[in-house]
């Protein structure tokens, strides 16, 4: 059998009405937590608005608990039942969320690590941020699903990973080993979203747009600096 004659739905393990199904299914066994997470969401985008140094860390709480809770609960329990590689997604995420946390101890108590970026870099976050919020959990429908099948931050992927890209680039300062992970599972998604066809990979677009963006600040300071 020759390898060279699969194709990239050819390893996927689920059709798009199954994982449509699959999202489906997760919120109403989760309701009515949906709801508080539709309300996190809501505060998470206000304290985005004005950023200070308070603000941005329960922003940054607020997008742990999301990292948290998307792979202890979403990845772990619910979509390894249809994708055998979300067991190793699950524990990347929870590991994401144990560094995020000790980060945001650190900044606890420094303060200038939280201020605000250039203008242009906190409109474009604000914007991916409110994308997340307010667009992706009606996307779904373009791709025929039904409602309850929304995509919620903090409890599906997408939209937590569109608003921790839309933060990073809202903050003046943030490792950039940080962003590793989320980069990576960027281009899963979007190589995912694309081999479904679901409109999904416009998300997943914009978190690689946000994440280039974030590499070529990164390269721009070191090369200033040499």
């Known amino acids: 059998m020759n390898i060279a004659n699969y194709q990239l739905e050819d390893l ?34 206000w304290l985005t608005l004005t950023l200070n140094h308070n603000k941005s860390l329960l922003a940054g709480l607020i997008l742990t608990l999301g990292w948290a809770w998307c792979g202890a609960v979403y990845h772990l329990k619910f979509y390894q039942q249809i994708n055998w590689m979300a067991f190793y997604y699950g524990w990347f995420f929870i590991a994401q969320s144990g560094v995020m946390i000790l980060l945001l101890v650190r900044y606890f108590y420094q303060a200038d690590q939280l201020m605000p970026s250039s203008t242009w870099q906190t409109g474009l976050g604000k914007t991916l941020i409110g994308s997340s919020v307010f667009i992706l959990p009606f996307i779904g429908l373009i791709d025929g699903a039904s409602i309850k099948a929304s995509l919620i931050l903090c409890l599906s992927l997408a939209p937590t990973l569109l608003a921790t890209f839309g933060f990073a680039l809202m903050i003046k300062k943030i490792p950039g080993w940080l962003l590793m992970l989320p980069f990576t599972y960027t281009l899963v998604g979007l190589l995912t979203s694309h081999t479904i066809g679901s409109a999904q990979f416009f ?24």
């Open 12 to 45: 996927l393990l689920f059709s798009p009405d199954v994982y449509f199904s699959s999202i489906a299914f997760y919120n109403q066994s989760i309701w009515p937590l949906p709801l508080l997470a539709i309300l996190l969401s809501l505060v998470f985008f």
């Open 203 to 226: 998300a997943y677009f914009l978190c690689l747009m946000a994440a280039l963006t974030l590499i070529g600040k990164w390269l721009y300071k070191k090369v200033v600096k040499t």
